[in-house]
């Protein structure tokens, strides 16, 4: 397994930017491909993005498309995700996955877990 943690999280205005980070050790993150996931209080973990280890591909839930971008660091075994234009209904605990198979957007295809980042959006 991987062992993962996220950082980068904070309180922020509505409109406004934060850059999470995603640090890796163990087997390599490229080895990987990479999830990001949510959970507001009250309701299920939802999926954000993925990024692709063929080719770097990206993709997003329709929510943050536009949005957010997920970008990796080979050199330093961490992945980001930007987030711009934050809502107040995206504050959530947010958490990076290492990708072990099936469909990227279900939580269950993924074997290794961050402890998660807080994020909080305020008007």
């Known amino acids: 397994q991987v062992q993962l943690v996220e950082s980068g999280g904070g309180s922020v205005q509505a409109g406004g930017s934060l850059r999470l980070s995603c640090a890796a050790s163990g087997r390599a993150f490229s080895s990987h491909g990479m999830g990001w996931f949510r959970q507001a209080p009250g309701k299920e973990r939802e999926f954000v993005g993925y990024l692709s280890r063929i080719g770097g591909g990206t993709f997003y839930s329709d929510s943050v498309k536009g949005r957010f971008s997920i970008t990796g660091d080979n050199v330093k075994n961490t992945v980001y995700l930007q987030m711009n234009s934050l809502k107040p209904e995206e504050t959530a605990l947010y958490y990076c996955?290492?990708?072990?198979?099936?469909?990227?957007?279900?939580?269950?295809?993924?074997?290794?877990w961050g402890q998660g980042t807080q994020v909080m959006v305020s008007w």
């Open positions: 996955a290492a990708h072990r198979s099936g469909l990227y957007y279900y939580s269950s295809s993924y074997d290794s």
